[in-house]
Structures are given as C-alpha cells and as structure tokens.
C-alpha cells in the first residue's frame, strides 16, 4: 500500500523534472506543442482502438466465449488514453506503452488468471440465426388467439384505438 502511494505522491515531481529536462532540450514551444499533440493522440487513439475492443467484446460475446480479456483490454486502453491527456511525459511513455497490444497481452497474462466475468441473463433477445433464447426459470405462458385478442377491452389504456 505504501508503494502505490508514494508513487502517486512523488509522480508531479518527476513530471515537473521531465517538463524541465525537455524543455531545456528542444525549447518551450516545442515541448508545449508534444503535450498537446500528446493529448490529440490520446483522444484519436482512444476512439480508434475503442471502437475495435468494442467490435470484439460483441463478437465474444455472440459467440458465447469467454470476454474477459477483451473486457481487461478496453480498461487498459481507456487508463492509456486518460494517461496520455494528463500532461506529462512520463505518463504518455506508460500511456503508449498501454496502447501496445504485445504490452497488453503480457499485462493479460499476469491480471487473466485472476479474473471471473460472470454472464447473467434475464431476458429474451433473439439471435442472428432465428433462435430465440428465453430465461430457463419462471413460468412460460402459452395463449391461443382466442385467448387473447388486441383491443378487446376498449376502457385499457393498452388496448389499440378504432384507427390503429
């Protein structure tokens, strides 16, 4: 617990040190003009690779696999981009780090093991193949057209008016 502490405590430092370091370097437009770019990247990146784990975590899920992985990668990216908007060079160096997916893929490796997704279903959807899938428990009811007509208690307010 302290180690995490006293890297959120001394991490301004090390910017402030980095900022300094870098500007003596390349200037003070210059290392204005990387914050900012680092900002739009982070923005780009994060729209970009967003919509991909999104893509993948529908097609994890349709397929009936296991989308904790991709679950972790979309957390890692979104940690990446808001690394990335904070200015400061050290965390863009962790924040593009966390865009990699090799980096992400050994981070995996190590958080995987540890991690459940539990998939819960309480309602009805019906798939890409007609299948419809419904909640295994409670009580299925089957009515016949006679047993019920849309629009036959006229004081409803679901009931369907004389137009529709």
């Given at each position: 617990?302290r ?20 500007g003596k ?7 204005l003009?990387?914050?900012l770019?680092?900002v ?11 919509a991909g784990?999104l ?7 349709q ?17 990446a981009?808001?690394?990335l908007?904070?200015?400061g ?6 924040g593009?780090l ?8 050994f981070?995996?490796?190590?958080i995987?093991p540890?991690v ?6 309480s ?8 299948e ?19 629009g036959a ?8 008016g004389?137009?529709?």
């Amino acid at each position: 617990m302290r180690v995490p502490l006293a890297i959120l405590l001394l991490m301004p430092f090390a910017e402030i040190a980095t900022f300094v370091l870098v500007g003596k370097a390349i200037g003070v437009l210059a290392t204005l003009g990387l914050t900012l770019l680092a900002v739009f990247a982070g923005l780009a990146l994060l729209r970009i690779q967003g919509a991909g784990i999104l893509q993948r975590l529908q097609k994890d899920t349709q397929t009936n696999q296991n989308p904790g992985r991709e679950i972790v990668h979309g957390a890692m990216i979104v940690v990446a981009a808001i690394l990335l908007i904070i200015p400061g060079f050290l965390t863009d160096i962790v924040g593009i780090l966390l865009f990699v997916p090799f980096v992400r893929d050994f981070i995996w490796s190590f958080i995987g093991p540890r991690v459940t997704v539990f998939r819960t279903s309480s309602f009805s959807y019906q798939g890409a193949g007609g299948e419809t899938s419904r909640p295994k428990d409670g009580p299925i009811i089957d009515l016949d057209e006679d047993d019920f007509q849309r629009g036959a208690n006229r004081q409803s307010p679901w009931s369907l008016g004389k137009d529709q």
